[in-house]
């Protein structure tokens, strides 16, 4: 179930979030440091970042909302395009590339019936799915980040496995 | 040759507490910065570190010591201590295995080397792909406040210190220093121009001492034990032991420390060698940026020197490991996505080479390349690769080594594509 | 001060100065595309690369505009080298610029164009699909950016930023999908945006009021000065036809830098509106009729004349405007006060808003002019404020306007109906004109030359960029005909560079400058008036 807690509504910072971004800005002799943090915590919270926090959040920090855009956009993790209630990076930089991450996404996107070069989202808003440049867990290639969880030594027959997983998990 | 780790940043990492205040304090924690703290001027210790000649974990193997020396001496602005724990050269997670196994040691580190630098607050820049070390480091800051080791006057000795780990979100060039403090400032990971250089102009406009992870977590022991004694560990040109990160096609991938100067091929062996009988076809021994090894290349001394002499990187040990079954060229289009990919798109050079060879390769593997898009492949990178020169950042030479070192090496595989009008590997 | 030698030539600068700036002091131009004067150093398009010989660094080349000169150092910017540098950026700027010259507004004056020629090579080796990016992107009422020509050499977001004070512009996404852009549902507010258009070094924004208008390469271009309010802003009138086409600005370190804001640069459509005098007119049986000009002057004279003969000048009141040229109101002075001995002297004040870069709260060009030169009036006489008053009172029978009206003042312009006689001297027929008893056709700033004293005492040339409409002339023109109506023995002054010389020997605070040293295409065009400074 969807949240109220989950939709923005523009008032910015959202009262709940109000004292852990105050918290964050304290750590800095400037406003604007606290920006990429912040964002990371409202994509967290409402997975991507919703167009009517920017001018608030421009506001909250001394800055332009121009600034906050151009932020926003060099920042792979960042993303103006709701993403599914899981997300799954999977990575298909040279490591994982050479252990087979070409065939996990392949099975993935079967299994889901979503592009990840099309940023797509399941239709019941479940999952999305994004390529990855190196996630820096090569060791365990080819790998996979998911709702802060990683998954390691990941094959096309695994990834049924971590879907479930997921799911079990809840939002 | 059989090999043995020698495991001093890694230390006690298999147990399941390793990262836990009360390990590393049994385990000697600590006792480092009380002693720069209670025992040695702040001169002594930046005196110390350089005698140790702690080289850059980071990739570029420049002297620690050294570095700290740049700060200005006459200053009014604070000073600040950003440390690099982004991580995201591909092959690389040895800052990872310090930050979520050991995230005291790193600590450690930063607060000797901010009471060196007379810096009252750090930054440690984890990326964001790293929840699980940002996680164990914020506790570790939590605990090493709690007992006193971080804060206000530190352990009674009128020193304070503050640490904070900021986040990345996702963006390669923030690994390079300047693009890391642009994104600590709340702004695009752009790097900047040099001169100024950041230990007269970095954070916050403010003098800055950039070190890695890496780097940082060395010097708890050579304050502990003194230069001396580090540098008996590993070789003259680099002193000390080195996380090795190998991934690829060997039987263990994993993260290894050993003494600099070990044998590449012994590396390798240790992770189990080659996997499932295979043939070795390349190592890549410096992260994804290093020049690639052929077989009979790779018998040589792991330094910052050797390899160079190689005609490699040392870089940040990030050790691929390619077997018989790849193909190069679709292998240098993965490395070309990934950095076309990852420029921050400043500099004409980088914007454009990149995203140019990027093409043209991968017109090659697909088949549809010409013998003078071969030549041509390798005069994008040349075009673009500038020491320096041609770029804001060294992001561009990154992006030039591996298609000058596959081309090169691998000519007559970039050749076959084109003759076989497609990949001769199957692949 | 380091001593370095840039291509043979040596040269010595202050500590601090780079290469590019050195280079252009030897008269060396090193092309450049992010780098811009008035802005900070980016570094980013590469294309200033030149060969360091001495001291000795990692790399043949690097760029100059971030490069300090030091002493003995060794520069070559035409080596092979540094050549082989530029070819390779120019190549991977054009890569993916789509190459629309013959469309695009920029050409004749488009930096990659001009680089291309001295640098480039002469054939493209991309055979790859071009990036697609946003095009016709409305940044604002008046400018509209196409991504595909932007070399993203962030000049436009620097000139927001540290310039216009607000970082309304942004890079967006990286790597060869940057671009620029304003925020969601906002558009370039700073009244000084337009700048951004002609810093862009290619096509990539253009202006919608000047797009498509001319090929520049047809335009001619007149330095003059804006006089939309007492700045006065250094430009150039770029006319084609007999009719502007554009206004832009013109670099001048003591006035305006290198901007000029958008009201200025917008605000010359009324010099081609369609209520331009084009004949003088008087009245006849209540009505005015087309008149010819001397004939005209000769009847404003006579007006006059009668007036002061019959009741002396204490009934006559002068309103001169601030907006002519220091010429123009010295000679309305010496008409007015020297012959008729007029004392109820006065400008029109004009203000707005002002802020604390170029824009003054004075919208008046030429006020300090106006006040140096003694329009004002003298203890106990009517000024503009007790005008309608002392009309009323009959203290005023007869007034003369020297390009300027009361049409902003109903009660004034009410008090016009019941005056003896009225001669009114302006471009246009304003509601005062209509009322007056005979009307010289003036010209605006863009038909004339002279000079204006800006708020700080800069004293800049206007030139004629068009020919004035009919047979109306250069106010000076016609005061000049006052001038020797009323005095026929005296050799007639009606060339602004003798009125100037005439003016600096009247009032002391012109004196020492020459009018000669005022007109340069390049240089510096404004020279202080001493007695302003203090
Ligand atoms: C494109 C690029 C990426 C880099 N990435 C990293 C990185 O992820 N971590 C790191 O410590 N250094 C990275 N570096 C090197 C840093 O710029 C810098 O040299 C280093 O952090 C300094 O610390 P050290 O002297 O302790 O090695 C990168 C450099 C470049 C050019
Ligand atoms: S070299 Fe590439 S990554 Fe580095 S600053 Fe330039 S464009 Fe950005
Ligand atoms: S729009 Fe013009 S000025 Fe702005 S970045 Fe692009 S090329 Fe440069
Ligand atoms: S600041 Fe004043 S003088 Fe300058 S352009 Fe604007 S209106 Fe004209
Ligand atoms: S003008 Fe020097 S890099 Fe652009």
Redesign the pocket.
């Known amino acids: 179930m969807e949240t109220k807690m989950g939709e923005a509504n523009g008032a910015f910072p959202p009262e709940h979030l109000r004292e852990r971004f105050d918290a964050i800005v304290a750590r800095y002799p400037r406003r604007t440091a606290a920006l990429i943090p912040i964002l990371m915590a409202i994509q967290e919270e409402y997975r991507h970042i919703p167009r009517e926090h920017i001018e608030g959040l421009a506001e909250y920090l001394g800055c332009t909302p121009a600034h906050v855009l151009g932020v926003i956009t060099f920042y792979t993790m960042l993303s103006q395009r709701k993403r599914g209630r899981h997300h799954l990076y999977v990575c298909k930089t040279l490591s994982c590339h050479l252990r087979g991450a070409g065939e996990v996404l392949r099975a993935l996107e079967e299994k889901l019936g979503i592009r990840a070069d099309r940023g797509e989202v399941t239709p019941d808003g479940e999952f999305s799915l994004e390529t990855a440049e190196c996630l820096g867990l090569c060791e365990q290639a080819p790998c996979i980040l998911a709702d802060g969880i990683r998954f390691g030594d990941v094959t096309p027959e695994t990834v049924g496995r971590i879907i479930d997983e997921l799911k079990s998990r809840g939002a | 040759m059989s090999i043995t780790e020698r495991r001093i940043l890694l230390h006690g990492i298999d147990r399941e507490d390793s990262a836990a205040i009360d390990t590393y304090l049994a385990d000697g924690g600590y006792r480092a910065l009380e002693k720069a703290l209670k025992e040695m001027q702040p001169s002594e210790v930046v005196a110390e570190v350089a005698k140790a000649r702690i080289r850059?974990?980071?990739?570029?193997g420049?002297e620690?010591g050294r570095?700290w020396g740049f700060l200005p001496k006459q200053n009014e602005k604070p000073v600040y201590l950003t440390c690099?724990g982004?991580?995201?050269?591909p092959g690389t997670f040895k800052d990872r295995h310090i930050m979520e196994r050991r995230p005291h040691l790193l600590l450690e580190g930063c607060l000797i080397t901010c009471y060196a630098i007379g810096a009252r607050t750090g930054y440690i820049y984890v990326r964001g792909e790293f929840p699980h070390a940002q996680a164990a480091l914020e506790k570790a800051i939590e605990e090493a406040r709690e007992r006193g080791y971080l804060g206000g006057d530190i352990l009674g000795t009128g020193v304070s210190i503050d640490l904070f780990v900021h986040t990345g979100a996702g963006a390669?060039?923030c690994?390079?220093?300047t693009g890391m403090l642009s994104s600590i400032e709340g702004n695009r990971g752009n790097p900047r121009l040099k001169p100024p250089f950041p230990a007269v102009e970095g954070l916050f406009r403010c003098p800055t001492i950039?070190?890695?992870?890496e780097?940082l977590s060395n010097v708890p022991f050579v304050i502990r034990e003194g230069a001396e004694e580090f540098l008996k560990l590993g070789t003259e040109d680099t002193p000390g032991t080195r996380i090795f990160c190998v991934s690829g096609h060997v039987e263990r991938p994993g993260a290894y420390e050993f003494e600099c100067g070990v044998n590449l091929k012994d590396v390798i062996e240790y992770a189990g060698g080659v996997w499932k009988g295979r043939k070795l076809k390349a190592v890549i021994p410096g992260g994804l940026s290093a020049h690639v090894l052929l077989p009979d290349e790779i018998d040589v001394a792991c330094d910052f020197g050797s390899l160079a002499r190689a005609g490699t990187i040392m870089g940040s040990c990030g050790v691929m490991v390619l077997d018989e079954t790849v193909c190069m060229v679709r292998a240098l289009q993965n490395a070309l996505e990934f950095f076309s990919h990852e420029s921050c798109g400043q500099c004409t050079p980088c914007r454009e080479g990149t995203d140019w060879a990027r093409k043209v390769v991968t017109r090659i593997e697909a088949g549809k390349g010409t013998e003078a898009d071969v030549d041509k492949l390798y005069e994008i990178a040349d075009n673009y690769e500038g020491m320096g020169g041609k770029t804001i950042?060294?992001?561009a030479d990154?992006a030039a080594w591996p298609v000058k070192s596959y081309v090169t090496k691998f000519r007559e595989e970039f050749l076959m594509h084109v003759r076989q009008g497609r990949c001769p590997l199957g692949g | 001060m380091p001593t370095l030698t840039i291509d043979g030539r040596e040269i010595t600068v202050e500590p601090g100065t780079t290469v590019i700036r050195a280079a252009e002091m030897l008269g060396i131009h090193i092309p450049r595309y992010c780098w811009h004067p008035g802005l900070s150093i980016a570094g980013n398009c590469r294309i200033c690369q030149v060969e360091v010989v001495k001291p000795k660094l990692r790399f043949p080349c690097t760029v100059s505009c971030n490069l300090v000169a030091s002493d003995g150092m060794e520069i070559l910017t035409d080596s092979e080298a540094a050549r082989k540098a530029r070819a390779d950026v120019m190549e991977f700027l054009l890569l993916n610029h789509p190459l629309d010259c013959p469309i695009c507004d920029q050409a004749g004056e488009c930096l990659l164009q001009e680089y291309s020629y001295a640098v480039g090579r002469d054939k493209s080796r991309f055979d790859e699909e071009k990036v697609h990016k946003s095009k016709r992107v409305r940044f604002s009422e008046e400018i509209v950016y196409d991504g595909e020509r932007c070399i993203l050499c962030t000049r436009c977001v620097r000139f927001m930023k540290e310039v216009a004070g607000e970082e309304q512009l942004a890079v967006v996404e990286r790597g060869d999908h940057a671009e620029i852009a304003v925020a969601y549902g906002r558009e370039l507010t700073s009244p000084y945006s337009m700048n951004i258009v002609d810093l862009c070094p290619v096509g990539a924004l253009t202006s919608a009021d000047f797009r498509f208008k001319s090929r520049v390469w047809f335009l001619t271009n007149v330095p003059s000065t804006c006089t939309s309010c007492a700045r006065g802003c250094s430009i150039t009138v770029g006319a084609r036809w007999e009719k502007i086409q554009r206004l832009t600005p013109r670099e001048n370190p003591d006035v305006n830098r290198w901007w000029m804001c958008d009201h200025g640069r917008l605000n010359w459509k009324y010099v081609h509106a369609p209520d331009r005098l084009g004949k003088a007119l008087v009245k006849d049986a209540g009505r005015l009729a087309p008149a010819d000009t001397d004939e005209a002057v000769r009847r404003a004279h006579q007006l006059v004349n009668r007036f002061v003969t019959k009741r002396g000048a204490d009934g006559l009141f002068g309103l001169v405007s601030a907006r002519l040229t220091n010429e123009e109101i010295f000679l309305a002075r010496e008409y007015l006060a020297g012959v008729a001995g007029v004392k109820n002297l006065d400008v029109r004040p004009r203000t707005g808003e002002g802020d604390d870069f170029l824009i003054t709260a004075d919208k008046n060009p030429n006020s300090l002019g106006a006040s140096l030169i003694g329009i004002a009036p003298e203890e106990g006489a009517v000024g503009l404020e007790g005008f309608a008053e002392a009309v009323k009172a009959g203290r005023i029978r007869g007034a003369v306007f020297f390009g300027e009206d009361v049409d902003h003042d109903p009660e004034a312009l009410a008090a016009l109906d019941s005056l003896e006689f009225l001669v009114v001297m302006d471009y246009h027929l304003t509601e005062t004109a209509r009322k007056a008893d005979v009307v010289l056709p003036g010209v605006t700033w863009a038909e004339k030359e002279g000079t204006i004293t800006n708020v700080d005492g800069w004293v800049s040339r206007l030139n004629r960029a068009i020919r004035p409409p009919g047979e109306a002339r250069p106010d000076l023109s016609l005061l000049g005909g006052l001038l020797a109506a009323a005095r026929p023995e005296e050799e007639g002054l009606d060339r602004p560079e003798a009125v100037f010389e005439a003016l600096g020997k009247a009032v002391p605070a012109f004196a020492g400058i020459r009018y000669a040293d005022l007109y340069s295409r390049s240089g510096r065009v404004a020279v202080k008036a001493a007695a302003a400074a203090d």
């Open positions: 850059g974990r980071g990739g570029a420049f620690a570095k690099n982004d991580e995201s050269e390669y060039v690994g390079e220093e950039v070190n890695n992870v780097t950042c060294a992001l990154a």
